[in-house]
Every structure is written in structure tokens, then in C-alpha cells.
């Protein structure tokens, strides 16, 4: 008889509203689910969804989320006590091999076999309950296709080349050991797959399903993520358009916004076309010389400001504010990498090269430029600095609250609220936001810029570095430590393709610190100059020892990616290991033999 498991987390139908999992959980004892007893009802396809948002949250998730998006850039270096963690230690300093443990993939594999079970199933529990809609099944496949698709897009942007199967594997005599499809193939498969379900996906849940909007997959999302699928593929016209889809449905939620509360609060004294470009970011207070809320409401506790929320998230993976006293799944992954209550820094902090260059005075940031008099916000709400208080430690995710006073002819000053206790981090995990798209379509429009020196070809590439700048000062504009917005960055500073790719690059860097984006950023940049210069530049940054050895190593394209995980290759004599990281082998291993 056909059995399969499933390791469903019974806090997430807490979390997101769906059915209870007590029940289900009681049909088969030790979660071993008869196929046969099982699909009979839309509660049934109800708690495996459940269970695919619950294995996104998992800690070793979303800590490869951390590890694969972010922590071999020029923004991580080691924290406190990282030697308790060997893998970390090592990945840091550029030494990774096939046994380093932030190789295994097996979490997203988990997500993508329930998303490929909901897909083979549901059908057939909508032809047997009336109660289960043709509409609801094709959004909840259109949801299946989307976190499936998700899933797809971390492992080829870590590992480049990965076994891809749309098939449910739910016995022991189906092949599993499948050879790795090519980075390509698979990313042409997964927007091809999203291309066919975006219209059926949901686009907006109800008012009293407040955490759904951003907790589950939403046509926002599936464009979200055709967007940056587009702009890997090159196709910088249809990353465009799918930006433009997420851009117009925030500009309408804020403007609903604005008309459910009757007043200016939303956007005080200033119209959103005056702040930020026209783009609907979430607001910093400014007319009483302090700024953070817009922090607040992105990654603190101003949840109850659930309006702003949904003005500028996206998706993201959401966790109870109070986990520790509601029972609920903490965020592992950010209380032990970024910090807690119990140890400030945690296993990972800003590299000495961010930090070093925050506290260096004027022009000498290079990072957070220091222009026109005006502090960059986002050297306080990424890390935890404050004059002498300072501390090499990473702020976002990690602290509830933060204010900063801005008074005329004196330094902001910062107040920070307390980090989250140990064990008990309630900050949700963020996958898409908004100033993460927009950047992504300034990147798209400066690619767009012929190299051609004709007069046509010169006025088209001014309209498009235009269009990019804009971008790019909106979201600049909303960081700066001021009490009237002004604009800082000068459009004439950025004349060439090459100024506004660098500009684009350097402001996604300080917007998205910390959120698992950078060293995709700069695999991206890496695919499509078809060098690594840039790339190893960045890594470098934070080397204190063995730069030469760095250097030689990261100059290979193949070395930007990571080896597949020496146990994977023991199970799956499909996979030719990465040339960059040699055979993987050692005196232990002992390569199992087919039959």
C-alpha cells in the first residue's frame, strides 16, 4: 500500500487561519498518512498547504535563505562564539567542501515533494467534495506552483545546476536519483510553469484574513517572482512588466488606504507623488524630528498597523510576535545568526569592512554615502550603532522598536528597543518587498541601454537612465536622517550604463542588507558580464587572511556556486560534482556502487 509522510507543524494553521491539524494529525498515528484514507476532503489539501509553509519556516530553511543569499558576500563576517558552528566558520573565510553541512538542500526538497503531492492530488478531491471548488483548486495550485517555483529559484542561484522533477515521489520504487537539469532549462521551466497558473492565483484575501495577504502566495507574489526570474534570463522588457503589475496593485492598496482612514496619517503632510516619486513606500514620521517607523512596521512590532504591511510586503514568512508565550515556532535562524537578548552579536555580524566604513566620518563611507549633511538611516536600522555604544552587531530582524531623534546642528541619535529574548524571535523571515522590486526593474532598465552612439540610441539611453535614477532616489530618499525630504542623489553624478549599474547595485546593498540578497546580486552580475571581477572585489572586502588563495579561487565562474553535499552524492550517482570544488571525496567516503 502507497504511504507517504508528512511533518506538518501544527502552529502554522495557528498562524495563518487554516483548518486545525489536531484532527488530521489523529487519522495515522506518527504522521504516516494512508493515501487511500487521505484526499477526501478540502481540509485534507488544506493541511498539507499548511505543511508547505510550515517547512519554509524551518530554521535549517530559512538559515540557507541567510547562508546561500548572503553570508559569502562582502556583508558578513564572523560573530560571537562562530567557532561553535564549523561549517559557518569556514564558508566565512571562503573554505567551503562538500561536507560543509550548509551544502544539504534536503529542506527545500521536502517543500517541493508537498507541492508537487497537493498538485497530483487536489484535483481529485474536488471531483469527489462539492465543497472544494474548481476556483479554490486552481488557486491552491496556482499557490503549490508558486512556493514550488520559489523553492527551484534558491537551489539553481546556489548550486546552478539541480535535479528538477514536477513529479510527487511518495513511495520507495519511484526513481529519485535524478541528474541535475541545467540552470537554463530549469529557470525556463519555472517561469513557464508561473506563466500558467498567475491568473488563478489569489489576489487578494479578505479583510479578516489580515496575515494571508503577505503570509501566503498572491498574484503580488507569482509576479514578484517573474520579475526576478525574467531579470536572470535576461529578458529585461517582460522584468519590467512584471514589476509595473506589482508596482500599480501597492500604488492601489495605498491609495485604498488613504481612503478607509479619511485623513493624511498614511502619508503625512506630503502627497505620495511629492515623497517618494510616486512609488508607495511606507512613510517616516519627520515633522517631530524622529524617524522609524517605517522600520517598525517592515520588521518590528507595529503590527497592528496591518494597512502599511501590506503597502510594501510582498510575501514573506510569518511568525507570531510572541512565539515564546503562544507556543508557537520561533525564527531559529535569525535568533542564533543575528542576535538575541542573551548574546548581542550572534554567530554572524556586519563584516569589519561595513562596520569599519560606518564609522568612518563624511565622504569616507563608501557604503552609506554621506551627502549633501545627511546621514543614511540605514547604518542604524541594519546595525546596531550608536556613538560610543556602538556594537558590532546586526540590528535588523533582531530588535523590536527603533527610534531616531533628528535635531537640527546635532547627530541623530538612535533608541533602540530590546532584542528579541533567546529562542523567542517573532520577526517574520521577509521574501519580496517592494523596494526589492523596484530596484530589480532599475537594474532591468539599465540593461536595456544600447551601447550605440547614435543621437536616437542617446535619447533613449537618457530616458532609461531617467526612469532607473527615479527608482533608485525614491528608495535613497526614504532612508535619509532628515526632517524635510529632499533628494540627495544627483542625476548628473550618473551619466553612463556603468554609473547607474554600479548605483543600482551599491543602493540594493544598503536597502536589502542583511535579507539574503547580496551574493545573489552579485552571481547575477557574474552570469550576465560573464566574469567574476566584481563579485571577488566584494569578497575580498571582508578578507583578513588568505586573500591571494580567495582571489585565485572565486576568479573561476564555477567557484561562485556551491559543491552538491557529500552525502547527496553518495545516494545519487547521477551528480558530477562541481569542477570547482573537486570530487568531493576524502579517505571516509566510501562512494556507493550501483547495482
Not at 484532527?23 to 498515528?29: M, T
Not at 484526499?39 to 547562508?67: F, H, P, T
Not at 484575501?205 to 520579475?227: M, N, S
Not at 509595473?244 to 495605498?254: G, Q, Y
Request: charged share 25%.
Amino acid at each position: 500500500m502507497k504511504r507517504i509522510h508528512y511533518y506538518i507543524v501544527c502552529a502554522i494553521c495557528a498562524i495563518c487561519g487554516l483548518s486545525s491539524c489536531s484532527d488530521f494529525l489523529e487519522i495515522e498515528p506518527q504522521n504516516e498518512i494512508i493515501l487511500e484514507k487521505f484526499w477526501n476532503e478540502k481540509a485534507d489539501v488544506d493541511a498539507i498547504i499548511a505543511g508547505c509553509y510550515s517547512g519554509l519556516q524551518e530554521e535549517a530553511v530559512i538559515k540557507r535563505m541567510m547562508v546561500w543569499g548572503e553570508f559569502r558576500s562582502d556583508n558578513i563576517g564572523p560573530g560571537s562564539n562562530v567557532s561553535s558552528d564549523g561549517s559557518l566558520e569556514k564558508l566565512l573565510k571562503e573554505n567551503i567542501d562538500a561536507k560543509n553541512t550548509y551544502t544539504s538542500w534536503d529542506g527545500f526538497y521536502s517543500v517541493i515533494n508537498r507541492c508537487n503531492t497537493v498538485i497530483k492530488y487536489a484535483p481529485g478531491v474536488s471531483a469527489v467534495d462539492p465543497a472544494y471548488t474548481e476556483s479554490e483548486l486552481q488557486a491552491n495550485i496556482a499557490e503549490m506552483v508558486g512556493i514550488r517555483s520559489l523553492c527551484y529559484f534558491y537551489l539553481i542561484r546556489a548550486f546552478r545546476d539541480v535535479p528538477f522533477s514536477r513529479e510527487a515521489f511518495i513511495d520507495d520504487d519511484q526513481k529519485m536519483d535524478l541528474p541535475a537539469t541545467k540552470f537554463n532549462d530549469v529557470l525556463d521551466s519555472l517561469i513557464y510553469d508561473l506563466e500558467n497558473v498567475k491568473s488563478y492565483a489569489v489576489k487578494r484575501y479578505p479583510i479578516t484574513k489580515e496575515l494571508y495577504q503577505t503570509g501566503r502566495v498572491t498574484q503580488d507574489f507569482i509576479h514578484a517572482l517573474l520579475c526576478e526570474l525574467y531579470l536572470w534570463k535576461k529578458d529585461y522588457q517582460n522584468c519590467i512588466r512584471y514589476a509595473d503589475l506589482v508596482i500599480e496593485s501597492k500604488k492601489k492598496i495605498a491609495e485604498e488606504n488613504r481612503k478607509q482612514r479619511n485623513s493624511s496619517t498614511l502619508i503625512q503632510n506630503n502627497d505620495i507623488e511629492e515623497k517618494f516619486n510616486g512609488f508607495p513606500l511606507v512613510s517616516n514620521s519627520t515633522s517631530s524630528g524622529y524617524f522609524g517607523d517605517a522600520y517598525e512596521v517592515l520588521f518590528g512590532r507595529d503590527r497592528g498597523n496591518q494597512d502599511e504591511v501590506n503597502q510594501e510586503i510582498i510575501f514573506q514568512l510569518v511568525f507570531n510576535d510572541n512565539p515564546g508565550n503562544n507556543g508557537m515556532p520561533a525564527n531559529g535562524a535569525v535568533n542564533s545568526f543575528y542576535g538575541n537578548s542573551n548574546s548581542t552579536i550572534g554567530l554572524v555580524a556586519p563584516s569589519t569592512y561595513i562596520y569599519s566604513q560606518i564609522e568612518n566620518t563624511g565622504q569616507d563611507r563608501k557604503v552609506f554615502a554621506y551627502r549633501n549633511k545627511m546621514l543614511d538611516s540605514r547604518i542604524y536600522t541594519n546595525c546596531l550603532y550608536n556613538g560610543s555604544n556602538s556594537n558590532n552587531a546586526i540590528n535588523k530582524f533582531t530588535t523590536s522598536t527603533i527610534t531616531i531623534r533628528v535635531t537640527a546642528g546635532s547627530n541623530p541619535s538612535p533608541d533602540y528597543g530590546s532584542k528579541y529574548q533567546q529562542n523567542e524571535n517573532g520577526s517574520n523571515w521577509i521574501i519580496y518587498r517592494l523596494t526589492d522590486i523596484m530596484l530589480l526593474k532599475a537594474e532591468a532598465l539599465t540593461q536595456m541601454i544600447s551601447g550605440s552612439s547614435d543621437a536616437e540610441a542617446n535619447e533613449n539611453s537618457t530616458a532609461l537612465l531617467d526612469r532607473a535614477f527615479a527608482l533608485v532616489n525614491a528608495v535613497n530618499k526614504r532612508s535619509l536622517c532628515q526632517n524635510q525630504l529632499a533628494d540627495t542623489l544627483r542625476r548628473s553624478d550618473y551619466n553612463t550604463k556603468a554609473d547607474m549599474e554600479t548605483l543600482v547595485l551599491q543602493e540594493r546593498q544598503r536597502e536589502l542588507m542583511f535579507e539574503g540578497k547580496r551574493w545573489f546580486d552579485l552571481v547575477r552580475l557574474s552570469q550576465r558580464t560573464g566574469n567574476t571581477d566584481v563579485l571577488a572585489a566584494a569578497a575580498l572586502q571582508k578578507a583578513t587572511t588568505g586573500s591571494g588563495l580567495i582571489s585565485n579561487h572565486l576568479a573561476k565562474m564555477d567557484a561562485i556556486y556551491w559543491p552538491y553535499n557529500l552525502d547527496e552524492m553518495k545516494v545519487n550517482l547521477n551528480l558530477v560534482q562541481n569542477s570547482a570544488f573537486g570530487s568531493g571525496e576524502d579517505q571516509s567516503y566510501e562512494k556507493t556502487t550501483k547495482k
